[in-house]
């Protein structure tokens, strides 16, 4: 058993990697800029510790253990909404490679894009660069370099689903002929796992890779036969970046700020440098098309683990969650609406299930329309639905709010908005003790432009709201 510091525990890989991690029986110290975003609960307490801290703050790595045999580095900040995340990139693995030399650890490893090509876009670049960075410790350092990532819940895989489901026929740019090598999420964790105190990977790379080379083209066609679609896709020549990105943006759940750096990233071929790293780990690699399959699996059987879009980097966590927490009483706007039920059961499993797929159980075509309006101004609009149709926890994205808090014991749940909007919103269900549910949506506004709007959105809101709790309390 080792003792293993990881990194980026809250994103998409490292929520997958924990677990994993904690099944071959090492004890794992998550680092995290916001504990709240972590639950642990279902893990044993001896095997697995959170500890609080910002690699953009060295001060706060203080507090972190120096008696470690290992660290996964799995920090990225490619869907940043503001500043140049590639100077944030490598400011954090300089201040990483600083802490990392006070300890006794004995290999660091890092998952990085693929950087064969002469010409990189800014995120590989950043990617490359943050692995140089972390070489210069004295630790050794493996680093595994993958292209595209399918699994349920990939940034990718979420796209070319947007894209196949909802584009029969497509018009599109004409980089959708660029190769590319994907990699199945379960690969991934195993070449991750498969690494770890291997000696001979020590200040080496590996590029890690599918058995499929396909264009993005073939991808779609591929997904498109897999879920049994029919597809048409034309390429055109007009497409400049930023209409690409735009492209990306309306049609896809993906930010803009994630469409734009995908978008270049895109534009350049990420084949692979043969190894045979996958036959010394007795890896076998998993086609693309099985690689689909494997994700509907998951997504069917509600066991999504992580999804890109809970590990946005946003105000909320840049601040925390637990800052959103108390919901102000002065200078705000309200409505409130209270209902008993019946069954209060029911009404709880309504409330976890809310928004994504399951929808918002009243006026849903307004709900559409409200996440469109976003979309058209620079929002995160509905598409980013939710991981699991049943269970939500605390960071999580849910269409276009953030879950807070939520406490099955407390009967409570409490969100965020991320939607564009002149001031802060809040909206929280709970059900007390003699079976009433409370509905609460609170508006502070920013302004005349925010007293504006709650106005005009007020009949809206009485209309929408007060049918959406006769829906949650209906037996």
């Known amino acids: 058993m080792m003792k293993i510091l990881l990194t980026g525990a809250t994103g998409y890989i490292g929520r997958r990697l924990l677990p994993v991690l904690l099944d071959e029986g090492h004890e794992v110290i998550c680092l995290v800029r916001d504990k709240d975003r972590l639950d642990i609960k279902q893990y044993k307490a001896e095997q697995v510790s959170v500890i609080e801290a910002d690699l953009m703050k060295p001060s706060t790595l203080k507090n972190l253990p120096r008696d470690i045999d290992?660290?996964?580095?799995?920090?990225?900040?490619?869907?940043?909404?503001?500043?140049?995340?590639?100077?944030?990139?490598?400011?954090?693995?300089?201040?990483?490679?600083?802490?990392?030399?006070?300890?006794?650890?004995?290999?660091?490893?890092?998952?990085?894009?693929?950087?064969?090509?002469?010409?990189?876009?800014?995120?590989?670049?950043?990617?490359k660069a943050v692995e140089e960075t972390l070489r210069e410790s004295k630790v050794p350092v493996t680093a595994l370099r993958a292209g595209i990532i399918v699994?349920?819940?990939?940034?990718?895989?979420?796209?070319?689903?947007?894209?196949?489901?909802?584009?029969?026929?497509?018009?599109?740019?004409?980089w959708l002929k660029t190769k590319c090598q994907p990699v199945a999420i379960r690969n991934v964790i195993q070449f991750l796992i498969g690494v770890l105190h291997k000696k001979y990977t020590y200040n080496l790379h590996f590029d890690i890779y599918g058995p499929d080379t396909l264009s993005y083209k073939q991808m779609l066609e591929q997904f498109a036969d897999v879920r049994k679609l029919k597809l048409k896709i034309f390429l055109v020549p007009v497409f400049t970046p930023k209409l690409s990105s735009y492209w990306l943006y309306f049609v896809t759940s993906t930010a803009y700020p994630l469409a734009k750096n995908l978008v270049n990233s895109m534009k350049v071929d990420v084949i692979a440098n043969n190894n045979d790293?996958?036959?010394?780990?007795?890896?076998?690699?998993?086609?693309?098309?099985?690689?689909?399959?494997?994700?509907?699996?998951?997504?069917?059987?509600n066991l999504v683990l992580s999804s890109w879009n809970d590990a946005g980097d946003n105000r909320i966590f840049a601040t925390g969650l637990t800052s959103h927490i108390e919901i102000p009483r002065?200078?705000?706007?309200?409505?409130?609406?209270?209902?008993?039920?019946?069954?209060?059961?029911?009404?709880?499993?309504?409330?976890?299930?809310?928004?994504?797929?399951?929808?918002?159980?009243?006026?849903?075509w307004l709900w559409s329309f409200r996440g469109f309006l976003d979309r058209l101004f620079g929002g995160v609009g509905l598409r980013r639905g939710r991981k699991n149709?049943?269970?939500?926890?605390?960071?999580?994205?849910?269409?276009?709010?953030?879950?807070?808090?939520?406490?099955?014991?407390?009967?409570?749940?409490?969100m965020y908005a991320e939607m564009k909007l002149p001031g802060e919103a809040w909206l929280e269900f709970k059900i007390d003790d003699k079976?009433?549910?409370?509905?609460?949506?609170?508006?502070?506004?920013l302004g005349l432009a925010g007293r504006l709007?709650?106005?005009?959105?007020?009949?809206?809101?009485?209309?929408?709201?007060?049918?959406?709790?006769?829906?949650?309390?209906?037996?």
Request: proline share 3%; charged share 25%.
């Open 151 to 174: 699994g349920s819940g990939s940034a990718s895989f979420e796209i070319i689903r947007d894209l196949a489901e909802k584009l029969p026929v497509m018009i599109a740019p004409k």
């Open 330 to 364: 002065f200078g705000v706007f309200r409505d409130k609406q209270s209902q008993e039920t019946r069954d209060p059961d029911k009404a709880l499993e309504r409330i976890f299930a809310i928004g994504g797929r399951n929808g918002w159980y009243y006026a849903n």
């Open 435 to 445: 079976n009433c549910v409370t509905q609460i949506a609170t508006f502070r506004p």
């Open 277 to 301: 790293l996958s036959d010394r780990l007795h890896i076998d690699l998993i086609p693309y098309k099985k690689a689909i399959s494997l994700a509907f699996e998951k997504i069917e059987q």
């Open 453 to 475: 709007y709650w106005y005009a959105m007020l009949p809206f809101h009485f209309f929408i709201f007060k049918g959406m709790l006769n829906k949650i309390v209906e037996v």
């Open 389 to 414: 149709a049943a269970e939500v926890s605390p960071g999580d994205a849910l269409d276009f709010w953030r879950v807070i808090y939520v406490s099955r014991e407390e009967k409570r749940l409490l």
């Open 70 to 127: 290992a660290a996964y580095y799995l920090v990225h900040s490619m869907s940043m909404s503001g500043g140049d995340f590639s100077k944030e990139e490598l400011h954090s693995a300089e201040h990483f490679v600083e802490f990392m030399d006070t300890t006794n650890a004995g290999q660091i490893i890092y998952l990085g894009g693929i950087v064969n090509e002469q010409h990189l876009s800014k995120h590989l670049e950043s990617r």
